[in-house]
């Protein structure tokens, strides 16, 4: 009971943090399944573009890292880890060849993610065994080596957040406590300050990061919109071909009907025979809710005797129940001078 409740505690304070900072607008955006699927296959892909030269380049980074410790008696294990990161290395770059190929399932982001917390925990297993051993020139090519695997990591996983800051969390802690430990046991000030520079350096990566993140979110959402949007449009112009009709309309100057085809006319329950209809009121009353914004338009075009164009209109259809659309366009029309209607279709 006291567990779950310190469980739930720490997951309520880092869920406040991560608001703080605007984590969430990265992990946590609220999507559909397909909108989900687009952006985490989008992220991979990119990730893995940005990473195929980096993973290639273990190959010289490797090696340079792990010979600066040749020679203090663990030239085994030198081989030994300088074996397994360009095994691993090399198995990943093939490797993504399958995953470049995902369609956004979560399944392929778990793996891809797991397999970025595979590649950090391997370079920080060599800052672990071969730091303590190092001096003097070793430790200076040493440490920019894990420097660049810090920030070109990071960079290059920037693309998959998720990604990004596990390889970050997991190389920032320890390039920053193997420094102060060492510094630490063998009162080395310089190593206990190469431990806050890279505290310092990872913070200042994880702001990049952060910010660089919410931008690509705040690009995918909007794209995704202007994608809504599209269809809605696609789906007006299919229902305008169905209809096959093209609306040559006319009022005199005091708004009424003077003409029109007639199956728009039933669809919006407005007759032209006898007496004025007027034609914005007659519009209000009949059209759906969806379109008050567009009516507002239109309104506004009659008053002030105007252009306007591209004012879309929902009709529920009474024979089928369905909704129709009407986009309408008119011009204002002058005789001598004098307002004498408007025109349009």
């Given at each position: 009971?006291?567990?779950?409740s310190?469980t739930?505690?720490?997951?309520t ?5 991560g ?19 687009r952006?985490r296959r989008?992220q991979?892909?990119?990730a893995?573009?940005?990473?195929r ?5 273990n190959?010289?980074?490797a090696?340079v890292l792990a010979?600066q410790?040749?020679g203090?008696?663990i ?11 360009l ?6 770059f ?5 995953t470049?190929k ?7 982001m ?6 970025t ?7 920080c297993?060599g ?7 190092v ?7 040493l ?10 990591g ?5 693309q998959?957040?998720r990604?990004?800051f ?25 190593d206990?300050?190469?431990g806050i520079?890279a505290?310092v350096?990872?913070?200042a990566?994880f702001?990049?990061?952060l910010?660089?993140g ?7 959402l ?6 809504q949007?599209?269809?809605v449009?696609d789906l007006?112009l ?8 093209e609306?040559?309309w006319?009022?005199n100057?005091t708004?009424c009907?003077?003409?029109?085809p007639q199956?728009?006319?039933?669809l ?6 006898g007496?004025?209809?007027?034609l ?10 969806l379109?008050r914004d567009?009516l507002t338009?239109?309104?506004s075009?009659f008053r002030?005797?105007?252009?306007f164009h591209e ?8 024979s089928?129940?369905r909704?129709?659309w009407i986009?309408?366009r008119?011009r204002?029309?002058f005789?001598?001078g004098s ?6 279709i």
């Amino acid at each position: 009971m006291v567990g779950s409740s310190v469980t739930h505690m720490a997951q309520t304070f880092m869920a406040q943090i991560g608001n703080a900072i605007g984590l969430d607008e990265i992990l946590g955006p609220h999507l559909s399944e397909e909108p989900e699927k687009r952006m985490r296959r989008q992220q991979i892909r990119g990730a893995i573009e940005q990473m195929r030269v980096f993973v290639i380049g273990n190959t010289i980074f490797a090696p340079v890292l792990a010979f600066q410790a040749w020679g203090p008696g663990i030239n085994a294990v030198v081989l030994i880890w300088t074996l397994l990161m360009l095994t691993f290395s090399w198995w990943l770059f093939f490797r993504w060849n399958t995953t470049y190929k995902t369609d956004g399932r979560k399944s392929d982001m778990d793996a891809f993610v797991s397999e970025t917390r595979l590649n950090a925990s391997i370079w920080c297993m060599g800052m672990v065994l071969f730091f303590p051993f190092v001096e003097g020139d070793g430790k200076t090519i040493l440490t920019t080596v894990m420097a660049g695997s810090l920030a070109l990591g990071t960079v290059g996983f920037a693309q998959a957040p998720r990604a990004a800051f596990w390889y970050l969390g997991i190389q920032k802690a320890i390039l920053t406590i193997v420094p102060l430990m060492t510094g630490f046991i063998r009162g080395s000030g310089s190593d206990m300050i190469i431990g806050i520079l890279a505290l310092v350096a990872g913070a200042a990566i994880f702001n990049a990061t952060l910010e660089r993140g919410k931008a690509q979110m705040r690009a995918f959402l909007n794209h995704e919109a202007l994608s809504q949007k599209s269809e809605v449009i696609d789906l007006l112009l299919k229902d305008y071909e169905e209809q096959g009709v093209e609306w040559l309309w006319r009022t005199n100057e005091t708004g009424c009907l003077i003409s029109g085809p007639q199956q728009v006319l039933d669809l919006m329950k407005v007759t032209v025979d006898g007496g004025c209809s007027e034609l914005v009121e007659a519009i209000a009353q009949s059209v759906d809710p969806l379109g008050r914004d567009a009516l507002t338009r239109l309104k506004s075009a009659f008053r002030d005797r105007a252009d306007f164009h591209e004012v879309t209109l929902p009709f529920v259809d009474a024979s089928t129940g369905r909704h129709k659309w009407i986009m309408m366009r008119g011009r204002p029309q002058f005789d001598g001078g004098s307002f004498s209607g408007f025109r349009g279709i």
